[in-house]
């Protein structure tokens, strides 16, 4: 049985099912349509806590029964975002959304409404969507609007600058190493996959939900370091370069509000992060060894930065 407020669907031709169908090409038909794809338990439990409307969620009848307090959530977020928009915590953006002073964004007027909680049996959904899903829980919401490097970056804590990181796995588990460890935003450079792309938010965990961000074309990089390190932000470039200065022997001057650069595996980071870079830093490692995963990488760098504070630097 569906739990009470829930739609259940039947057949895989029902329209309201349309956001969900075949997710292979799902990502191609989201940013058509304008919209974000929230996949897993976790994805769409932070989606829901960052206070962004959700236009739908689909899921199996166990995870249903499993997920009361979540759709309890979904209740609530779909009576008050028309009128309160985005609690805090929310990334910031720009363009045609209302920035709120911690960054978050008030819904435009004549958004769309969330549909609610649809129910359908996992072979109805495997049909719809291709394949089983994760913990049996989709959800869409919204599109929002990009914002500028000025209108993310927070004052007094760390940074994370992504600079031509292609994989979108890569990058979900950029954001969920520095949503996990404290990081105030993260900027996404020239070269790197969209944030919100399906496998990126899935394995950001939803942290591009809740963590301030800002996309930056190849040709405003340069300009917008530049700015950053005019703000006082000094600019740390991890490389495994041998010249470069072991982590644990950064000046801690520079800890708690630095950027943290971290480029693409096996290319590294571009000449402009190089030539931008206030120092260059390295993680130590055993002879032979040749580098970490990015991810890795910059969860190791993130901590040492934040003075080994973590998550004590959100402020929740």
Sequence with gaps: MAAAGAQCVSTPDDPRLAPFVDLKSTDRAARRDGLVVAEGTYVVERLLASGRPVQSVLCTPAAAQRMEGLLSALRLSALGSSAQGPSAGGPSAGGGSSARSDGGTVAEPGSKSPTGLLVAPSSVVRQV??????????????????????????????VLALDGISDPENVGALFRTAGSLGAGAVLVGPGCADPLYRR??????????????????????ARSLSRLSALGKALVALSPEPDALPLQQLPTHLFGDCVLLVGAEGRGLSLQSMSAATVTARIEMVPGADSLNVAASAAIALYHVSGGRGPSRTGG
């Design 129 to 158: 969507t291709g394949h089983a899903l994760n913990r049996g829980v989709i959800a869409v919401t919204p599109r929002w609007p990009a914002t500028g490097v000025g209108q993310a970056m927070p004052e007094g804590r760390v």
């Design 200 to 221: 990126s938010v899935r394995v950001s965990l939803g942290h591009v939900f809740t963590l301030p961000f800002a996309v930056v074309p190849k040709e405003e990089w």
